[in-house]
């Protein structure tokens, strides 16, 4: 985390930038809620906390670099992707990590550069179509 700044409380959150470097957001961890919290501008997302040991503990298994595939909510996220994971009937929880209607896509935008904060993936920062991989 030698690049990042903020400790992750609501009071210090990590500064982050989205893969492609476009947008900077800031994010903590809500302990006692379980949830991830994305400050992006006005606008507030949350995912629930546990997210990012499930996608660590899905991306170890795959084994390989997986494509983001950053979507909104309202659009379908393309098959084999991290955005698709997210979703998915077949994931840990049963469908959606994001927690507020309307809001619970872009989970390939937010959540994946937490991760490599944590420095438990590497995650590519391309204009375009990123891949991340467990480390």
């Avoid at 390939?108 to 438990?120: D, I, Q, S």
Wanted: hydrophobic share 35%; charged share 20%.
């Amino acid at each position: 985390m030698a690049d990042v700044k903020g400790s992750g409380t609501a009071e210090d959150p990590w500064v982050l930038t989205t893969p492609p470097g476009g947008s900077a957001y800031q994010v903590h961890r809500d302990e006692t809620a379980g949830e991830l919290v994305c400050q992006v501008g006005t606008t507030k997302l949350s995912y629930q906390l546990r997210c990012i040991d499930d996608l660590h503990a899905m991306l170890a298994t795959y084994g390989d670099w997986m494509p983001l595939g950053n979507a909104d909510e309202q659009k379908t996220a393309a098959p084999g992707t991290v955005e698709a994971w997210a979703r998915s009937e077949d994931n840990p929880v049963g469908g959606w990590y994001g927690l507020r209607k309307g809001y619970r896509g872009r989970f390939a935008n937010y959540v994946p550069p937490v991760l490599e904060a944590l420095g438990l993936v590497e995650l590519e920062h391309n204009p375009r179509n990123n891949r991340m991989r467990a480390l």
